[in-house]
């Protein structure tokens, strides 16, 4: 069974600096996906990034990339110039490929505040 | 971008009483649902995986006969959540799989209060 662990129940960050939220996970998949989710208080899931297990490369959304360790299984997250809109709760997930049913496998969260 | 709507986003009820909750895909034909549960301050927990003109796929621990899922369209799916208690409070996520398969959408969420 897949696992998905994220170490830091809260973190805060001065607005404009630079944060980095941590992920591992355990699998004996080859291939999957993995995600981070934001949940701001209006409770809406808002997909941040999202990394192909096949990819080499790290994934990257403007202010948002990842560091993606295969052979390690982890999966941080930086948020660069932080603005007081990321503030929420972030969700490292796993899910097998696609066509093997798209279930997700959420970590326990991540607080951040962003602080002015 | 594809949308998924769920009602209500609110939903007070009494004790004893069944709830239905409804996740619809607006745009896309929506071969797969889940149900995810969501209690405060902690991550969303898979409760059923449901798929059009079948039998839902609940997760261990979860209560089948409790938590009816009914996914008859592949734009529609329901939660029915049968003689409600108050340990069944809780906030309720859907997410729908696209047809073509490679993007997950999820809904606005319904926070359930049973008093």
């Known amino acids: 069974a897949q696992t998905v662990t994220q170490s830091q129940p809260e973190m805060s960050v001065q607005e404009a600096e630079t944060v980095t939220l941590s992920c591992t996970y355990d699998t004996s998949e080859n291939n999957y996906y993995l995600f981070w989710y934001k949940q701001p208080p209006s409770r809406q899931m808002i997909l941040v990034i999202r990394q192909e297990a096949y990819k080499q490369q790290n994934a990257t959304e403007n202010r948002f990339s990842v560091n993606f360790q295969k052979a390690a299984k982890s999966f941080s997250l930086k948020i660069s110039d932080s603005q007081l809109g990321d503030t929420a709760m972030y969700f490292c997930?796993?899910?097998?490929?696609?066509?093997?049913?798209?279930?997700?496998?959420f970590g326990q969260g991540t607080e951040l505040s962003v602080k002015p | 971008g594809a949308v998924v709507s769920q009602h209500p986003s609110r939903v007070i009820c009494k004790s004893g009483t069944s709830v239905k909750i409804e996740c619809r895909s607006l745009d896309f034909q929506a071969t797969t649902m889940f149900w995810y549960r969501q209690f405060p301050k902690q991550s969303l927990m898979l409760m059923a995986t449901?798929?059009?003109?079948?039998?839902?796929?609940?997760e261990q621990g979860v209560e089948k006969d409790k938590f009816l899922i009914n996914h008859a369209s592949l734009t529609l799916s329901t939660l029915t959540v049968t003689s409600a208690h108050p340990e069944d409070s809780s906030f309720y996520i859907c997410?729908?799989?696209?047809?073509?398969?490679?993007?997950?959408?999820f809904g606005s969420g319904t926070q359930l209060s049973v008093l």
């Open positions: 997930a796993f899910m097998k490929e696609y066509n093997q049913g798209g279930k997700l496998i």
């Open positions: 449901s798929n059009e003109g079948s039998k839902a796929t609940y």
């Open positions: 997410s729908a799989l696209g047809a073509a398969g490679e993007k997950l959408f």
